[in-house]
Every structure is written in structure tokens, then in C-alpha cells.
DNA sequence: TCTTTATTAACACAGTTGTACTATAAAAAA
DNA sequence: TTTTTTATAGTACAACTGTGTTAATAAAGA
């Protein structure tokens, strides 16, 4: 996928990848489906590993919530490879019939998490309301995500931190700087 | 395109879609890229064309700028298929080596626009650089057309126009509402 | 009327795709 | 040792892909 794009995702091209033979892959994956759904269960468990992990560290909290939303973009990831694969699914699944929960996207769960720390911290604005803001931090990752990937030039790792930065800056209190 | 995905837009396909057969296809479109390419930019231009005809309109400005950026998303635009064709060439570039130029994209001409209006009507509010906030605008809106595709029903039309709203508000002065 | 151009259709070619089937080798169990 | 799983590789098939070529038809111009 990141040498050939989404169409040199192909069951044969993977097995060679892998070293195995197309008959050999087939016996693990039965079908091309299959693997795929493997795959981005595999790339989504550990963006969330990563995730948990960072929580999990000794840092101060504003760090913490920054370093996770970087983590999930394909220009500042620590990871590297994990969350521009993951855009790739997600770009796949724009097709009829194809649709992907949400729910298991390791994302998703990673912004979720950052705003229910957030409000546990008491660092939200008041008269916010919080689903709407979780939508809204959802969208401006993959937005970002989407546009980094496609021009990674002018949206450079420092200029999506900014952005984040801003944002986050934009519903949390004055004094939360 | 939005019967069968990417995948479905194959030469022949579009040929019989066209009621053409595949050789008078490619009598006016040489190769499938050049194809694409003509498909790519009419999109772009018909987006553009309508958020112009928008701002020409004798609305108030709050109105307007409102309904463009309504317009550039796949559920609540007016224009019916064109964002939601757009986002799939967008998704469609995400692919090494056919990286489209973002200046040809009509969304981003849009939403500069709006920015520049937004400035322009002094809604601004102070200390905010701009160049970061059509950005993060800009991702906003990316991360909300393939969210609202991806997840129709959580994210209906009316949960889009409102997280526009909330953005929109939390960008600009609070005498603007 | 004759000739040139525009337009349509049909077929062929080489390459790729996912899937199915079969044979072979290694490992484990009996 | 014999038998049964586990694992790997090879091959075949039908369907599709983009592209190229060639023939036939309609329209327009001289």
C-alpha cells in the first residue's frame, strides 16, 4: 500500500511481499476480504496500543492530549507506517457496500479518549457541548490526516502541530496554556 | 462512481453508462487518465461555479457563507453528487506518485474565499493568523465530507450545518451571531 | 458528385485480478 | 513406523483491465 497505492494492495503482490506463495497466503486468508479485515484490525489495535501507552506515560496532561493527536496523523506519527496505512483503509472504505464501523477504528477511540480527558480535567469551555466537539476535533484529524498525506509540503509536521495546537487551545479555558 | 466505487469506474463501464461503445470512448478521451483528468476538473469547476453564484447572491453575509460551505459537503449539498464525486477523486489520489495539486481544488478555493470574506467583513476575531485558520478550515471540512460518507447516520445534515456553526462562531467575533 | 473529415463500433492483445484445485513436503500424533 | 495434520507451492480458470488497430458509417466541404 505505501509503495503502489490502495491497487498494489493486490492478494499477489502481499505474498510476495511476504515471501510466500499465492497458495500458501490462501491458506491462512481464504479470502482477499479476509485479509484486509486483518489488516486494519491489526493497524487500528495498534494505533490504540500506541495510544494507551502514551496515556499510560508520566508526562503532564497537556502533553499527553497533544502527543496523541499527533500520533494519529500520518506526517508526525512516532509509529510511522500505522496511521498512513490506516488513512488508506479509511479511503478504501468510501465505496458502496464497503463501509467500515466506526466504532473500530482505533481513532475514533483516541479522540473520544482525549476529550473525556479533557472534561475530566475540568479544562473545557463552559457552554460547549461535547459531541459535537468530539465530531468536530474527528473531523479535523482526518481532514488533516487527508490533507497532509496529499500535500505534505505545505502542511508540514510543524504546521499540523500548530494547527492542533490552536484548536485545542480554542475549546480549553484561558487559563489551561 | 457512486453506484460502484472507484473500481466500478473502469473505460467500459463508463462507456456504457455514456451509452457509447468503448472505441468511440476513446475517440475523444485518448487514455483513462486523460479521461479522469476532464472528469476531475468539470467537478472542481461545477463546485466552484456554484459557491460563486452563492456569494453573488443578495443574501446577508452570515447567510452566505454559511451556505457555501454547506455546499461543499456530500450530505448537505444542494449541487447533489458533485462533492461526493470530488471526494472520491480526492480518496483517489491518495496514491504514490498521483498526488493532484490542491490549487485545481475547488473546496480549497472555497474556502479561502470564505476566509478572506470572513476578514474582509472585519468578523475575524483578533490575534487569530489566518493562514493557519483557513487550514484548519479546510481540514475541517475534508475530515467532515468523508466522515458524513463514511457514517451517514451519526453524522446526519443537520449535525454537519451545526458543527460548521460551532467552528464558524468560535472564529469569529462574538457580535457576529 | 467526389473527397475528406468526424464519428461510431467491433475485435484483438497482453496483462492482472480473485479464487479454486491439486500435489508435495514437513511436523505431529498414533 | 504409520497415519494424520499442518504448511507450502504450483497451476488453471474465468473475468476483468487499459490500450491498439481496423473497418464501417455519417457529415461536411470542394
Redesign the interface.
Known amino acids: 500500500m505505501?509503495?503502489?497505492?490502495?491497487?498494489g494492495a493486490s492478494v499477489r503482490n502481499i505474498a510476495k511481499e511476504a515471501g510466500l506463495s499465492l497458495g500458501s497466503l490462501r491458506y491462512y486468508f481464504h479470502s482477499q476480504e479476509e485479509l484486509m479485515k486483518y489488516a486494519r484490525e491489526l493497524v487500528s489495535e495498534r494505533i490504540t496500543q500506541r495510544v494507551d501507552k502514551i496515556f499510560a506515560s508520566d508526562k503532564n496532561p497537556n502533553e499527553k492530549i497533544l502527543e496523541v493527536l499527533l500520533e494519529l496523523l500520518p506526517q508526525t506519527s512516532k509509529l510511522g507506517r500505522e496511521p498512513k496505512v490506516r488513512?488508506?483503509f479509511?479511503?478504501?472504505?468510501?465505496?458502496?457496500e464497503?463501509?467500515?464501523a466506526?466504532d473500530q477504528d482505533g481513532v475514533y477511540l483516541a479522540v473520544k479518549n482525549v476529550m473525556s480527558n479533557l472534561l475530566l480535567l475540568n479544562f473545557i469551555k463552559k457552554n460547549l457541548?461535547i459531541g459535537?466537539?468530539t465530531?468536530?476535533l474527528?473531523?479535523?484529524?482526518?481532514?488533516?490526516a487527508?490533507?497532509s498525506?496529499?500535500?505534505p509540503d505545505?502542511?508540514s509536521a510543524q504546521?499540523v502541530e500548530?494547527?492542533i495546537l490552536?484548536?485545542l487551545n480554542?475549546?480549553c479555558k484561558e487559563s489551561v496554556k
Chains 1, 2 share one sequence.
Open positions: 505505501l509503495e503502489q497505492g490502495i491497487e488513512l488508506f479509511k479511503t478504501l472504505a468510501v465505496q458502496p464497503k463501509t467500515a466506526v457541548d459535537i466537539e465530531e468536530r474527528y473531523a479535523l484529524i482526518n481532514g488533516l487527508l490533507n498525506l496529499l500535500n505545505e502542511l504546521r500548530e494547527i490552536v484548536h480554542s475549546i
